[in-house]
């Protein structure tokens, strides 16, 4: 027999009560105290939760104060955001990062790109007096790879010069292909402004300066920074501006856009997000962050665990494609870059993704049903509760369609587990990404919680 719950989400001060290390698709940030509630309900020991597709970091972070927790997510970054959320930061530790930060005002790497630098500054400068040719071309085809590539031939003199002297200078002070410049190579021009590029290779570079916890902590605030500056729309990195359209028409409409996040200072931004590490609620427990698979983590769940909190992707896109910057930028591993065909030619993606990515079995229709089985079956068999999060598909609004419906999901838990109960939250609407094909469903705005317990196995 399946319950329905409904539940009336409690809003709350989400400033002083939770915590976002970054803007994330998905994020359960509005809903986390309804999450702590249950777990408390399930589990009133306070013994071992495990978060696995931890994401953000927000709801681990949160469950953290009260309960030890371990955090699972496939991405790295997600690994290095938990870490820092949880693990304690000290006071004399935020005072040494913040001296050491002075010593990375101006760098080699910055005065590499002084040339990119300096012509990005002119270009903008221009389009403050509505001249927004030059900063648009640089915004679409300013980054350095594909330029390295030699996909560029078009590209206008002053802009061709620019980066040409870049090129130099960085290949004259082994700059080039080095992890030292990674976020300026891959991501400069594109996502973040070259000066803000080489700024986020500073803060990484000083976080290569720290080891273990306090490095995390460091690298995970220049992830912050980075969520906070990118110039996209909707803070994801999926999609760069199109800064220019079909018939190489600059695009006036996203100029003040591109202007306003290009201004933001990438130094003031990471003490603003450092402090906010430092100043978060933490609880003195013994807390695990993993990049791992969730199959994997779930084989190894250790004897004091409790609760299993998942909440996996619902649609057909795929986290490795939205959030693929903040993985380079964690990893600094040079990746091979996506090649498209483009009239006839392979050339690099305009998002430059990575080749290797992730794809999620929760993501892919046709592979869905048999992770969650696994999920329901690997839960089970621990004789553990499972409270799997779900945002069930609203026809009316348009959203983005579900890889499983709900009623399937429940009657796959009742394979597993002799009480499932389903307990709506009212009020959630998730970002709207484009909606293809029509998946239909229990028909309702709300974030749904499956709760799973008594395991049957
Ligand atoms: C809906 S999001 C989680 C959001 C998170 N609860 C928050 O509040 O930020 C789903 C997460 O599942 C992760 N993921 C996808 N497939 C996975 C797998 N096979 N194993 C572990 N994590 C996976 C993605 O990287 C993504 O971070």
């Not at 953000?56 to 870490?83: A, F």
Request: charged residues 25%.
């Amino acid at each position: 027999m399946v319950d329905i719950k409904n539940t009336q989400m409690t809003f709350f001060d989400e400033e002083k009560a939770a915590f976002r290390p970054i803007h994330y698709l998905g994020s359960k940030l509005r809903i986390l105290e309804t999450i702590s509630n249950i777990i408390d309900e399930i589990d009133p020991t306070f013994g071992r939760v495990y978060d696995i597709f931890s994401g953000s970091g927000t709801v681990s972070s949160y469950l953290g104060r009260k309960r030890p927790v371990t955090s699972v997510d496939i991405q790295e970054y997600s690994r290095v955001l938990t870490n820092a959320v949880l693990q304690p930061f000290y006071e004399n530790e935020l005072l040494e990062i913040k001296k050491k930060l002075l010593q990375y005002t101006v760098t080699n790497l910055q005065e590499c790109i002084e040339p990119i630098i300096k012509y990005e500054e002119w270009a903008l400068a221009k389009a403050y007096g509505k001249e927004i040719f030059d900063i648009c071309e640089l915004v679409e085809y300013g980054s350095l790879l594909p330029f390295l590539n030699n996909e560029r031939e078009n590209i206008s003199d002053g802009l061709k010069k620019a980066l040409e002297d870049t090129v130099n200078r960085l290949a004259g002070m082994n700059l080039i292909d080095s992890e030292n410049s990674i976020t300026t190579r891959y991501f400069g021009g594109t996502y973040f402004s070259f000066k803000q590029a080489s700024e986020l290779d500073n803060l990484l570079n000083m976080a290569n300066s720290f080891e273990g916890r306090l490095k995390d902590i460091v690298v995970a605030a220049t992830l912050s920074t980075a969520s906070e500056i990118v110039n996209t729309v909707g803070k994801q990195f999926a999609q760069p501006l199109k800064a220019i359209d079909s018939k190489g028409k600059p695009k006036k409409s996203i100029v003040t856009k591109i202007i306003k996040d290009r201004n933001i200072d990438v130094y003031q931004t990471f003490e603003d997000q450092i402090n906010k590490y430092f100043y978060l609620e933490k609880g003195n427990f013994n807390h695990i962050s993993l990049c791992s698979n969730f199959s994997e983590a779930l084989d190894n769940l250790t004897d004091d665990t409790r609760v299993v909190y998942a909440d996996p992707p619902y649609t057909r896109y795929h986290y490795s494609r939205y959030y693929h910057v903040l993985e380079t930028m964690s990893l600094r591993d040079n990746p091979e870059i996506t090649m498209v065909k483009f009239h006839g030619k392979l050339k690099m993606s305009r998002g430059l993704y990575r080749t290797e990515r992730h794809y999620s079995p929760f993501s892919i229709k046709s592979l869905s049903r048999e992770a969650f089985q696994t999920l329901f079956s690997k839960v089970s068999q621990k004789k553990v509760s499972l409270i799997l999060s779900y945002s069930p598909y609203n026809a009316e609004k348009e959203s983005t369609p579900r890889v499983q419906t709900v009623s399937e999901l429940l009657e796959l838990a009742k394979q597993y587990f002799n009480k499932v109960e389903l307990l709506s939250v009212e009020g959630i609407v998730h970002s709207k990404l484009n909606a293809v094909d029509k998946n239909f469903d229990i028909p309702t705005d709300a974030e749904i919680l499956i709760i799973c317990t008594e395991a049957s196995q």
